[in-house]
């Protein structure tokens, strides 16, 4: 079983300033600056080695 990359998601909430969002693919709820730091690390794993 592959790790969901969570590249669709929607905004549930917005609560003192923190953006809340869940994966539509795997329906983990997420503060979005989390999700950006789990999103960004992702992509460097999928970039080809030197």
């Given at each position: 079983?592959?790790?969901?990359?969570h590249?669709?998601?929607?905004?549930?909430?917005?609560?003192?300033?923190?953006?809340?969002?869940?994966?539509?693919?795997?329906?983990?709820?997420?503060?979005?600056?989390?999700?950006?730091?789990?999103?960004?690390?992702y992509?460097?794993?999928?970039?080809?080695a030197?």
């Amino acid at each position: 079983m592959q790790p969901c990359n969570h590249t669709r998601t929607e905004i549930l909430a917005r609560r003192d300033g923190v953006d809340y969002v869940r994966c539509l693919d795997c329906d983990q709820v997420f503060e979005a600056e989390d999700l950006e730091a789990i999103v960004s690390a992702y992509d460097e794993d999928d970039e080809p080695a030197a």
